[in-house]
């Protein structure tokens, strides 16, 4: 079956960086994108970008430019999302998501990543 | 980018009843790459409906979907206990690929 699992929570300070790892299994994960929402406590699913694993071509939101790096080691099915010069209002649950076919919505969803940015 | 607007914010009704969701969108949605999501509080969004109208995966018939062009709306026939969630659409037709604020439908 199809999984994907994100590494573990993260506590950072201002301007530091998080880099988080979606691993996938049960499928070929070169076949569709990753994409990483994010969702801070008691709001709403925020769209950050996607990553074609085959190419390693990438799309940002622009709130996100400069901000946001997504690449992958296909050697182990691993998708990452890095996010720099983080502020207090970077506090969220991050996920990696993938369709199960093409345009077909997110169908598999990782469990989230909390992220707490804090001095 | 294409703005998602969800009516209402909030839905009060009793299990047994019908739930209509909207989800309207600031420019036509290409090819009704349209999607719904029901999120319970702890978990991941899980995938209900996609492009527009196509029940995902085990997902019971009482959900159905409908629209085209800027507005879409989620229908949930009869409501079961399970159903007491907060309801999402996103838009995944033009990057950015958009949700829309949520609908949380909550007992009555």
């Known amino acids: 079956q199809v999984q994907l699992v994100q590494s573990g929570a993260e506590v950072k300070k201002p301007g530091a960086s998080v880099k988080v790892s979606c691993k996938a299994s049960g499928y070929t994960f070169t076949s569709y994108d990753i994409n990483w929402v994010r969702q801070a406590t008691g709001q709403g699913l925020e769209w950050m970008g996607w990553m074609n694993p085959n190419s390693g071509n990438t799309g940002y939101a622009q709130k996100f430019q400069g901000r946001v790096t997504m690449t992958r080691n296909t050697s182990i099915s691993t998708a990452y999302m890095e996010l720099s010069s983080l502020r207090s209002e970077d506090t969220a649950v991050y996920y990696c998501a993938t369709p199960d076919d093409i345009l077909t919505g997110y169908a598999y969803w990782g469990q989230g990543t909390l992220v707490t940015v804090s001095s | 980018e294409i703005v998602l607007t969800q009516s209402p914010g909030t839905l009060s009704l009793s299990p047994g009843e019908r739930a209509t969701l909207s989800c309207r969108a600031s420019?036509?949605?290409?090819?009704?790459?349209l999607a719904w999501y029901q999120q319970k509080p702890g978990q991941a969004p899980r995938l209900l409906i996609y492009?527009?109208?196509s029940r995902a995966t085990g997902i019971p018939d009482r959900f159905s979907g409908s629209g085209s062009g800027t507005d879409f709306t989620l229908t949930i026939s009869r409501l079961e206990p399970e159903d007491f969630a907060v309801y999402y659409c996103q838009q995944y037709g033009s990057s950015p690929f958009t949700f829309g604020g949520g609908t949380k439908v909550e007992i009555k």
């Open positions: 420019q036509s949605v290409s090819s009704s790459y």
């Open positions: 492009g527009a109208s």
